[in-house]
């Protein structure tokens, strides 16, 4: 039996779409499994969401701003997400600028660092941001156990004066909660966990995942790891270049210029950016984790921070102290008053 032209034809335009598609399954994975942090391989339809002036992405609260910085040049949107290298990344986004301010001492502070957030577009340019192709939307996590505690040894025991001047007042008038309970007891690492972080909402120690709206994560295309900091801050520069004449941010801003101490700027730096930090975010916590946690407050932390550990997301390195199924075994150490 023989095949009519068109036939062939038809087949031969099957087995091509086919193989194509394989293809591209195939370069979309290659490119989100290169290193830890990746880019995501799917782009989501644009009339899918619609960005409303009360999501946390975009309205703008006295004391607690989640919007994302955003850079037109490089069309890339960033969200600051506390205890995972916010200092570094808000002088490197001042620097994109071209802004001296990039070295200030009081980078963190709008009226120098002069950075542009999502709020500050109208919302219907917001929402382009969010859902245009065009744009890279991108942020850095942390695994809770390590970042929680970097939190309470940064906020709490470094800056306990602050702490018990201001958290301690506010977590007085919350409820039932006695201020000179947590004067007392805050440089106890378990009081902090089951009291102050379920008390006091704190962008340093918030789960990360509820820092943007859940409509919102499948439109973040890049996610970076603390643990590869360096190597995934290095690919995110990489893959983004100025609309004026195609330089990479890595090119311009990320290959020197760094290291020592940034906040002077007479001292000519030769290290890339996050050169110095490969490992510093992670392992002065990390050395510590088995001196601050019990069995017990590994699970809590597991429970508290379950948004953190299970969505589809992250996807970190598990970090087991103890073996759960030992934890019942060995008392209630980890309970607080």
């Known amino acids: 039996m023989h095949r009519t032209p068109i036939v062939k034809y038809v087949l031969l335009?099957?087995?091509?779409?086919?193989?194509?598609?394989?293809?591209l399954k195939l370069k979309k994975s290659e490119v989100k499994n290169e290193g830890n942090g990746y880019f995501a391989d799917e782009v989501v339809s644009h009339e899918d969401v619609?960005?409303?002036?009360?999501?946390?992405?975009?309205?703008?609260?006295?004391?607690?701003n989640f919007a994302p910085v955003v850079n037109e040049e490089y069309k890339v949107v960033f969200f600051m997400i506390a205890k995972c290298a916010t200092s570094e990344w808000t002088r490197?986004?001042?620097r994109m600028m071209g802004s001296p301010n990039w070295c200030a001492h009081w980078v963190h502070k709008p009226e120098v660092n002069r950075l542009k957030f999502l709020h500050d577009y109208p919302i219907d340019q917001a929402q382009e941001i969010m859902t245009s192709p065009d744009w890279t939307r991108a942020l850095f996590v942390r695994n809770p156990k390590d970042r929680v505690l970097?939190?309470?040894?940064?906020?709490?025991?470094?800056?306990?004066?602050?702490?018990?001047?201001?958290?301690?007042?506010?977590?007085?008038?919350?409820?039932?909660?006695?201020q000179e309970d947590c004067i007392a007891y805050h440089r106890d690492f378990g009081f902090f966990l089951k009291n102050v972080t379920t008390v006091l909402t704190n962008k340093h120690w918030m789960p990360m995942y509820d820092q943007i709206d859940?409509?919102?994560?499948?439109?973040?295309?890049?996610?970076?790891?603390?643990?590869?900091?360096?190597?995934?801050?290095?690919?995110?520069?990489?893959?983004?270049?100025?609309?004026?004449?195609?330089i990479s941010?890595?090119?311009r801003w990320g290959t020197t210029g760094w290291g020592g101490d940034e906040r002077n700027c007479e001292i000519k730096h030769t290290q890339s950016f996050l050169e110095r930090n490969d490992a510093r975010?992670?392992?002065?916590?990390?050395?510590?984790?088995?001196?601050?946690?019990?069995p017990e407050l590994e699970i809590f932390v597991?429970?508290?921070?379950?948004?953190?550990?299970?969505?589809?997301?992250?996807?970190?390195?598990?970090?087991?102290?103890?073996?759960?199924?030992?934890?019942?075994?060995?008392?209630?150490?980890?309970?607080t008053r």
């Not at 619609?50 to 607690?64: M, P, Q």
């Not at 102290?321 to 150490?333: F, I, M, Q, R, T």
């Open 214 to 246: 859940e409509k919102w994560w499948p439109y973040i295309n890049f996610i970076g790891k603390i643990q590869d900091l360096n190597e995934d801050a290095t690919r995110l520069l990489k893959s983004i270049k100025s609309e004026k004449d195609g």
């Open 92 to 94: 490197m986004f001042v």
């Open 249 to 251: 941010a890595w090119d």
């Open 13 to 23: 335009l099957l087995l091509f779409l086919v193989s194509c598609t394989f293809l």
């Open 281 to 294: 975010h992670e392992t002065d916590a990390h050395e510590k984790l088995r001196k601050y946690y019990t």
């Open 302 to 335: 597991e429970e508290q921070y379950k948004n953190d550990f299970n969505n589809p997301y992250f996807d970190f390195n598990p970090i087991e102290l103890y073996p759960h199924n030992d934890a019942s075994k060995l008392g209630l150490e980890g309970q």
């Open 150 to 178: 970097s939190a309470f040894l940064d906020k709490v025991i470094n800056g306990s004066k602050h702490f018990v001047s201001h958290e301690c007042h506010n977590y007085g008038k919350k409820g039932d909660n006695k």
């Open 50 to 64: 619609e960005l409303d002036a009360n999501d946390i992405i975009y309205h703008k609260r006295n004391d607690k």
